[in-house]
């Protein structure tokens, strides 16, 4: 059964840090493209990064780019996303997905406030 479970979301003020988690099993997962995407409150779901399955390639959010990094560790079957100087806008739950399969994670939310 392909599981993605995400971790990490808190509430942080503006220009802050945050890092995101995502553990995944029941797919190979160091053979496979992943991304993280996130969706604000009225607003539809939007992708922020991804990533290639040997980490080689990324993009990334236009908003994003210069502050947001994606990584993964194949041994430890874990998507990442570092997140800094984080902004108002930023404010989402996140997720992960393996579009493979079409699997979404529960979430983790971000809020951004001070």
């Known amino acids: 059964q392909v599981q993605l479970v995400e971790y990490g979301g808190a509430l942080v003020q503006p220009g802050g840090s945050l890092r995101l988690s995502c553990v995944a099993s029941?797919?190979?997962?160091?053979?496979?493209?992943m991304r993280w995407y996130r969706q604000a409150p009225g607003k539809e779901r939007e992708m922020v990064a991804a990533i290639s399955y040997d980490g080689e390639h990324t993009s990334y959010l236009d908003p994003v780019k210069d502050r947001f990094t994606i990584s993964r560790d194949n041994v430890q079957n874990t998507l990442y996303l570092q997140m800094v100087s984080l902004k108002h806008e930023d404010t989402a739950i996140y997720y992960c997905f393996y579009p493979n399969n079409a699997v979404w994670g529960r979430g983790t939310q971000v809020t951004v406030s001070s």
């Open positions: 029941g797919f190979n997962f160091s053979r496979s493209l």
